[in-house]
């Protein structure tokens, strides 16, 4: 069945409804509509249509329909209209910017409730490094009874250290051969460029004691994203039981409760690399939890070596033009203010110019 223009204009209208009445809607509600110059019977076709290609849902008999996730997601990439902020929002929130953004120390989680504020929504804000962190070296010492110790030496100058069980067919020699071929190949490289094709070549290389590197790619790649420190900070969680989805505490309770450091840094959105906003709709988040959510987040640098995350959880229902329209406005004015404070903390150098070079020759 083909994806019409029409359909197309149904499905937004759909959408566009739900999102301002939070009601499933029906064929007369999109035939009032001023743009809609067709019959009622067309519209129901139309839904009909759209439901049995899985972007409408109908909750029951005689309702209306409801966007599914499919159809938020041929939205959010396809139907949605920019959102465009009105002057007094604009003005509003720099306001707030200037009155909020005083010390660096608690950016982060002043923004995550300037964020809540703008959208009703329980905010995500985290700022991490970009990784950075490399390892300086391999060091496997033989810990005798069938296992050995692996030792990793950081950039940082920080140590990390496991017992690891040896196969029965490797030796303290192979342990060496293994060193050297880790050292030689994997350090000093960021956490992205130990490939599975880098990994391939160093099993090539390690002999008997092939079976081990996975195991030790696999520690020392958890041990450099736990070097990431990133921060992370959740505000207006209880906005969400203002969204008619979450009358139900317990419902509430899930998706709140699900909010914590690790599962935020493990979204899609998060581990992606690239800057921009991303829209995770229902089933395409991690946790099971989140299933009926949706979650909206904009990656920004802000200089340093450190990128910056700025998000919202909601309902599938949620409006997503403003939202990330106004997750954009919060983005762009971070990192301008980052970037300014960067500047303004520069180390000046040894040969620096006077402001007024005709001064420095006067005369007491």
Do not use: W
């Not at 030796?171 to 071929?181: F, H």
């Not at 904009?298 to 997750?327: C, E, N, Q, S, W």
């Not at 406005?329 to 110019?353: V, Y």
Request: net charge negative; proline share 4%; hydrophobic share 40%.
């Amino acid at each position: 069945m083909e994806l019409t223009e029409r359909k197309k204009k149904v499905l937004r209208s759909v959408v566009d409804l739900y999102i301002s009445t939070a009601e499933p809607v029906g064929s007369k509600a999109i035939t009032a509509l001023p743009d809609m110059n067709y019959s009622s019977a067309t519209i129901r076709n139309e839904m009909a249509d759209l439901t049995a290609m899985g972007y409408l849902e109908q909750p029951h008999t005689s309702a209306g329909r409801i966007p599914s996730a499919a159809g938020y997601r041929l939205y959010v990439d396809e139907l949605m209209q920019s959102y465009r902020l009105s002057i007094d929002e604009t003005k509003s929130m720099n306001i707030a910017f200037e009155e909020k953004m005083q010390k660096v120390d608690k950016i982060m989680d002043q923004v995550a409730k300037l964020v809540s504020q703008a959208t009703d929504l329980p905010a995500i804000t985290m700022a991490s490094h970009h990784g950075g962190c490399t390892v300086k070296r391999y060091d496997l010492i033989f810990a005798g009874k069938g296992s050995f110790i692996l030792v990793l030496l950081l950039s940082n100058e920080e140590v990390a250290n496991k017992l690891i069980k040896l196969p029965l067919n490797v030796g303290e020699q192979d342990l060496k051969i293994l060193g050297a071929v880790l050292n030689a190949a994997m350090t000093e490289i960021p956490a992205e460029e130990i490939t599975p094709e880098l990994m391939e070549r160093v099993m090539g290389a390690a002999g008997s004691a092939a079976s081990l590197v996975p195991v030790i790619v696999e520690f020392a790649l958890h041990t450099l994203k736990g070097q990431q420190e990133a921060d992370v900070r959740v505000a207006g969680h209880m906005r969400l039981l203002g969204q008619p989805e979450y009358r139900d505490v317990e419902k509430a309770q899930k998706v709140l409760s699900t909010l914590d450091d690790e599962m935020i840094t493990n979204l899609p959105a998060v581990v992606g690399g690239g800057l921009g906003t991303k829209v995770l709709v229902g089933p395409e988040n991690v946790s099971s939890e989140l299933k009926d959510t949706s979650v909206v987040m904009t990656k920004f640098d802000i200089g340093d070596g450190m990128h910056g995350m700025i998000g919202v959880v909601g309902p599938t229902r949620m409006d997503y033009a403003k939202v990330t329209a106004r997750l954009s406005f919060f983005a762009e004015n971070l990192s301008r203010m980052f970037a300014k404070t960067e500047q303004m903390t520069l180390p000046s150098g040894g040969d620096e110019t006077p402001e007024n070079p005709g001064e420095s020759h006067k005369e007491a």
